[in-house]
């Protein structure tokens, strides 16, 4: 059974950085893809970042490109979220997912309906 755990969200200031973690388990890290979402109030949930973790290739939302990375340390089946110059729309919670890359190349546009493992998430609050 696949198992996420996040931490690190919090308040931060516009224009600050913080560091999400997302710690993996019961799973092989070579077969699939960590995604990272966020869910504002009242807003569907979103597709902030991916990541292969075979290949290492990436994505990321327009609307965090230049600001966010993320990243893999496979010694410690753990994917960051580097957020930097945060603003007031990135106020959510943050969660992340995995899915099998097999399935990933057959289910059509990335979105969060593709991913069947889920964390609990990690509110992250951007102060004005």
């Known amino acids: 059974e696949v198992q996420l755990v996040e931490s690190g969200g919090g308040l931060v200031q516009t224009g600050g950085s913080l560091r999400l973690s997302c710690a993996a388990s019961?799973?092989?890290?070579?077969?699939?893809?960590i995604g990272w979402f966020r869910q504002a109030p009242g807003k569907e949930r979103e597709v902030v970042s991916c990541?292969?973790?075979?290949?290492?290739?990436?994505y990321y939302a327009d609307s965090v490109k230049g600001r966010f990375t993320i990243s893999r340390d496979n010694a410690k089946n753990t994917v960051y979220l580097q957020m930097n110059s945060v603003k007031p729309d990135d106020t959510a919670v943050y969660y992340c997912?995995?899915?099998?890359?097999?399935?990933?190349?057959?289910?059509?546009?990335?979105?969060?309906?593709?991913?069947?493992?889920w964390g609990q998430g990690t509110q992250v609050t951007v102060s004005a």
């Open positions: 997912a995995a899915e099998t890359i097999g399935t990933m190349k057959v289910a059509g546009p990335l979105r969060p309906e593709v991913f069947r493992s």
């Open positions: 019961g799973f092989t890290p070579d077969d699939y893809v």
């Open positions: 990541i292969n973790l075979t290949d290492g290739n990436t």
